[in-house]
């Protein structure tokens, strides 16, 4: 059974820093789009950034470039997601998922598609 665990979330002040894990079960990531959402309280789900499968193609939103990596462990089928300098506005559940369509800068990263979630992981950055 295919299952995506999030992992790594947590309370940071803001300016710091977390690496969320996602790690695959039932599946191998190294061979699909793995993409980072996040959710605030009241707000709609925003997708965040997308890593591709092959050459590190990779794909961020707005709001996070420059400031959010990504990278894999092929040995431990696992996505990172990097956050450095983290604002209060990212306070979210954070969420990855598998694609199933291209992930590159050529395309806008809110048209890949996806399909299957993992449950998320809370990301709260307060002072």
């Known amino acids: 059974q295919l299952q995506l665990v999030e992992s790594g979330g947590g309370l940071v002040q803001p300016g710091g820093s977390l690496r969320l894990s996602c790690t695959g079960s039932?599946?191998?990531?190294?061979?699909?789009?793995v993409g980072w959402f996040r959710q605030a309280p009241g707000k709609e789900r925003e997708a965040v950034s997308c890593?591709?499968?092959?050459?590190?193609?990779?794909n961020f939103a707005d709001s996070v470039k420059g400031r959010f990596t990504l990278s894999r462990d092929n040995a431990k089928n696992t996505v990172y997601l990097q956050m450095d300098m983290l604002k209060p506005a990212a306070t979210a559940v954070y969420s990855c998922?598998?694609?199933?369509?291209?992930?590159?800068?050529?395309?806008?990263?809110?048209?890949?598609?996806?399909?299957?979630w993992g449950r998320g992981t809370q990301v709260t950055v307060s002072s």
């Open positions: 998922a598998k694609g199933s369509t291209f992930c590159g800068a050529s395309v806008p990263i809110r048209r890949v598609q996806y399909d299957h």
């Open positions: 039932g599946v191998l990531l190294d061979r699909h789009v």
């Open positions: 890593l591709g499968t092959s050459g590190g193609r990779t």
